[in-house]
């Protein structure tokens, strides 16, 4: 998810740096030109930076179509959208993955997708399809936004770790936890809207002077947070990090774990189960994209069972298409929530801004 914003989005994600950061198979660019047209044997994705897909998998895709991929990483997930808004005339590329539930009625209301219904659709989970037959974007991945704690800094001090967001505001839990600013990152955005579905519109302002009175730490983006500031990150450790509270994924767990050398036998953080929200990733086809047709056959592509099932230990997120298998190793460290928050699209399109606003106002003024 993402990173977004995820380990690379581990190195989540949905995305972690100071694990091994993975990157992007295929060329890959900063500039603004796509360099496809609709001639062109290229076809240019443009992401949030967690994106990530195994070498062999990507390849396959390449020698089956015809088409060489190159990917454009354009930072955390909520930069990455408003970019490509701002870009739309004359877009970076011609698919865009990384748009999630938070920040999707943003895009769409933007103009930013062009309809096409990918090949594979059909397969796709009931509960993750949006936008009925416009079929402007394409579920991808799903996973939980989350408070993650440090296993072995709870052990010393002989604390509990929370398991709620009613923990969070607890006296013994004071100056413990970090977050990402939810006006620029989609994990803090998923952790705002977490709140919101929990306490609802009249008590989420509440709930955060509480939060804010017991010393939450508010910085840009998931990387800094998660391995700069989390003690329990790999990252973390090595600067020291005094935080032993984070806003990651439930999937960060099993990329501590997978990417460590040696491998624990249990992974040193955990998720504070009670905390969780839901996020889902998209794809689409760029309007005015110059390859449109390069385009689309990438997206059938990010649906199929090969890429679906590549994702989990590539991207920590979990497949949305039925029946793709999911590692053993990731879902021993990495279990779904078993009741994360939800909102209704609508709730978030008709509230997110003011939402935003509103706790900018209240938690960094």
């Given at each position: ?21 993975l990157t ?17 044997h290229?076809?240019t994705?443009?992401?949030h930076?967690?994106?990530?897909v ?18 454009l ?37 933007n103009?930013l997708?062009?309809p096409?219904?990918?090949?594979g ?9 949006v ?10 991945d ?10 072995g800094w709870f ?14 505001v ?15 990152s989609?994990p ?14 009249g008590g989420?302002?509440?709930?955060w002077?509480?939060?804010k ?9 998931w ?13 973390g450790?090595?600067?020291k ?5 984070v ?18 036998a ?19 086809l760029?309007s005015?994209?110059?390859n ?9 592509f990010?649906?199929?069972e ?14 949305v298409?039925?029946g ?19 909102m ?5 399109a ?5 939402w935003?606003?509103?706790w ?6």
């Open positions: 998810m993402s990173t977004t914003g995820k380990f690379t989005a581990a190195a989540v994600g949905l995305g972690l740096a100071a694990l091994p950061a992007a198979c295929g060329s890959s660019s900063g500039s603004g030109d796509s360099g496809s047209g609709s001639g062109s290229t076809v994705l443009v992401s930076d967690s994106w990530a195994s070498k062999s998998v990507l390849a396959d895709f390449e020698k089956r179509s015809g088409y060489t991929v190159r990917v990483k354009d930072g955390d997930a909520g930069q990455a959208v408003n970019k490509a808004i701002l870009t739309k005339d004359h877009p970076q590329g011609d698919v865009f993955f990384g748009v999630d539930n938070t920040l999707l009625s943003r895009a769409l209301d103009g997708f062009q096409y219904e990918a090949k659709a059909g397969q796709v989970k009931a509960e993750y399809r936008d009925g037959d416009k079929h402007r974007v394409t579920p991808i799903t996973g939980d936004i989350c408070v993650n704690y440090d296993k052990s010393a001090h002989k604390l509990t770790p929370p398991a709620s967001f009613a923990d969070l607890k006296p013994a839990y004071k100056n413990l936890l970090v977050t990402e600013n939810a006006s620029t989609s803090g955005l998923g952790f705002l809207l977490g709140t919101a579905a929990s306490y609802g519109d989420w302002e509440g709930y002077k509480k939060l009175a017991n010393g939450v730490k508010v910085v840009d983006g990387e800094q947070a998660y391995n700069e500031e989390f003690s329990g990150s790999a990252g450790k090595k600067a990090a005094d935080r032993p509270l806003v990651s994924y439930a999937s960060s767990p099993p990329a501590e774990v997978i990417y460590a050398d040696p491998r624990p249990t992974a040193p953080t955990g998720v504070a189960a009670g905390t969780c929200f839901r996020q889902t990733e998209y794809a689409g760029l005015n994209a110059g449109t047709k390069g385009g689309k056959a990438l997206l059938d990010l649906l199929t090969e890429f679906q099932e590549d994702m989990p230990l590539n991207m920590f997120v979990y497949p298409r039925e793709a298998r999911v590692p053993a190793e990731f879902t021993k460290y990495g279990p779904q929530a078993a009741h994360p928050e939800t209704d699209p609508a709730a978030i008709g509230h997110r801004d003011q935003v606003k509103s900018t106002s209240l938690v960094l003024k």
